[in-house]
Every structure is written in structure tokens, then in C-alpha cells.
């Protein structure tokens, strides 16, 4: 465990600089045991988000093979994780899992936070993976072994894109799990156990987004948008993740009923094809046409085109594009799995770049000074990181000015894409109140349903 700490604010300032993070939900309990369930998307990235929606040191079940990975085998061991033996890996080890079990139940019994991926693998289907039964037999064999009913609390990771640099990336706790009127199966029958791993899942969908396909994703986002666009936005990211599983949900269910989907969804998809084509976004249509003149616009983005903003973008961008590309082709050489792809291009740039800044920061020194050095040393990374926020401004600029030239040159095309627009937010509203009724009958009483809208 001497490593947690220090990997949890390392893990905290990697995913920060990797993804746009959000994190929203209710708060993991900060002292006592407890354990975190949650879904297994990136590999050895979810650990990393797992870590900061807690906010607390966190031991992981982790495959026994990790502890002797010489890349990572360090890592895993420092952080107290707890090996699992899994067939997969060696029938002769399975055995040793009791020794698992125990070591779990004597950590939460300690009052540990221990952390669990019931889906067993990472992987990059769209949809959970049918749940194993080990988180549930934690709980009931801790409760059984030391007389401690801890909680279980599923934390959710969403991505719009795994596996692009500066993609967004949500982090949401959920409501802690009841259980309380579960007691370990005295028969053996194991319907505590069932049951309780059918709560855990039910709570994991209220904190991810399920698709049936991952075509859906660009579906279900423009539905959101166009939804959002003439209904308002949501008041933060938990709620946008609420929206976007509502609207899931809803296509699933029109789907697999024949309900009327099919023409909605091509609906939906025309509109949006007609918005790429030329740029815009479904807030565009809706904003007010009085858009501020090129002269407000030009003056708000003055500090973007100034002569130090400019001299450090352009510096910045000359220093750093060589291990930027070094960290890329190192990612493609590898030909990673998709669910691993994000880990691999984090821990080869948390490689590459520390090389690279070491490297200039000694050439300097040795050719101008050891103060140089030194100054570089302490200094590129924080060039490195204002060149990052300055690409991004351009860029996000770059768009704004895209979609505010179109909006003044094509205006006789936005009255009948705005009531288009509006005529599909309606029948998308209509269809969404349908399934949110659906869905409040149907929900259980005896899981924590819904997320506590609090974002940080």
C-alpha cells in the first residue's frame, strides 16, 4: 500500500491531462470500508478513474499474472492490489481464490476501500458485460466472516472517445447500494447472492450508458443535442449522462417492439447530416439570430491572438511535436486492443515526454549553463501544458468562427432546418416522456436509483 496515495495523485493529473474530466455524483465514503463497483471500458485506465471518483486510497482485485508483469508488476504490487486467479490464466492457481476471499474480507474488515470490475475483463462492447458473481460474494462473505455489512457503491466511466487525446471522459458516483435485507445464503442456494448481483448491476446502468450497437452512440448524442437545443441544456454532467441513458433506452425499446422507431431515427440522422454538412451544431439553430457583429467576436478573442499567447504556442508547439509523435507511432507499433489502446498511449507519453524534457534540459545545460538546465527543466512542462490549453482555445475559436460565418452567409436555410429541428424535438420529447414513465414503474425499491446532481 506505500504506493496508493502517491498513485492516486498521479492517476488524478494523468486522466486530467489525457481527458477533459468530469466528475459528478455523491462522494465515496472518505474513511471506513467500502466497496467500489464499476465498469470495465479502458483497461488499466479505470482503475486510475475509479481512484480519483474516491478521493481515497483504493486496493483493486487485480489478475494474478499483472504481479509479475515487469512493466507493471510494481505498480500493481505498491498499491496493495489483491491478485485474482483466474482459469484463463492458470487452471492449476484457481484454487488459491479462497486465499483471496480472505485477504478482501480482511481488508474491508479493516476498513479499507477495496475496488472490484464485476464484468471480470475489460472490454469494448458497447453495453455492460454480463456481471460475475465475485462482488456480490465480497459483501456477503464479509458480513458473514467479520459481522460487517459495508457498502457498495458503483462508480460509472463514460467516454465520447476512449481513445482520443482530450476527448471528454465522465466519472459518476452512484447512490450507495441497499442491501440491507440480504444475509449470506444459509442454504447454499445462493439467492443472496444472485439477487445482490443483480442490484449491482442495476446500479451500474445508472451510472453508464448501454447501447445496443455502437452506431447508437452518434444517434443518441444528436437526439440528446437536438433535445437539449429546444428543451435546454442539462444543468450538469450527471444529468447529461441521465439524458443520453434515457434516450438509450428509449431506442432499444422502440427497437426490439417495432414501435415507430425507424422513422424518428432516420429523421433524426437526415437533420443531422444536414447540420455537418454545413458545420453547425442543433444550439445553433435555436440561439438568437442577432448574433453578436465580427467586431464583438474579434474583440473577445484578442488574448488568443496576442503577441506572448502566440510566442508560447509557437515555441511550445516546435518543442514538444517531436514526442508527441514519438508517443503516437510508439501506440500504432504496438497495435493494442481497443480497450487498451488509451493505456497504452498514456503510459508511452508518461515515458516519452519525461525523456524528452530530461534530454533538452541536459543539452541545455551542457551547451549554454547548469542554470539553463535547470530553468528547463522546471519550466517545459508548464510550456508544455499552456501550449495544450492554447491549442484547444484555437481550435474550439477556429469552430465558433466556422459556424458564425455560416449562420450569416446561409440564413435563408435556418427558418426550415430550425422547424424541422423543432418538430423532431417533439416527437423525441413525447417518445422520452414515454419511456421515463416506463422505466419509473418499473424500477425496483430496494436499489439506489438515480445520481445525486453534484458535480466537480
Known sequence: MWLAPVLSHVANAALRIYYRLHRAGGAVPPTGPVLLVANHPNSLLDPAMVALAAGRPVRFLAKAPLFSDPLVGFLVRGAGSIPVYRKADDPSQVGRNEEMFRAVHDALAGGAAVGIFPEGLSHSDPSLAPLKTGAARIALGTLAAHGRRVPIVAIGSVFRNKNVFRSEALVTVGRPIAWDDLSPDAGGDGHAVRELTQRIDRALREVTVNLDRWEDAALVELAEAIYAAEFGKATDAAEWVARLRTTTETLAHLRHTGDGSVPLAKDIVRHGRILQRLGLRPQDLVEDPKRPGALWWVMRRLPLGGVIPLAVLAVGSAVFVIPYRITSIVEKRARPRDDVRATHKLLAGAIVFPLWIVTLSLALALAVGPI????????????????????????????????????????????????????????????LEQQTARASEARPLTHASGLPQREQ
Open 372 to 431: 539553463t538546465g535547470l530553468v528547463a527543466l522546471l519550466g517545459l512542462p508548464a510550456l508544455g501544458l499552456f501550449t495544450l490549453g492554447l491549442h484547444e482555445q484555437w481550435r474550439d475559436a477556429g469552430a465558433e468562427a466556422a459556424r458564425y460565418l455560416t449562420l450569416r452567409r446561409r440564413r435563408e436555410m435556418l427558418e426550415p432546418l430550425r422547424a424541422t429541428q423543432h418538430e423532431l424535438s417533439i416527437r423525441l420529447k413525447a417518445v
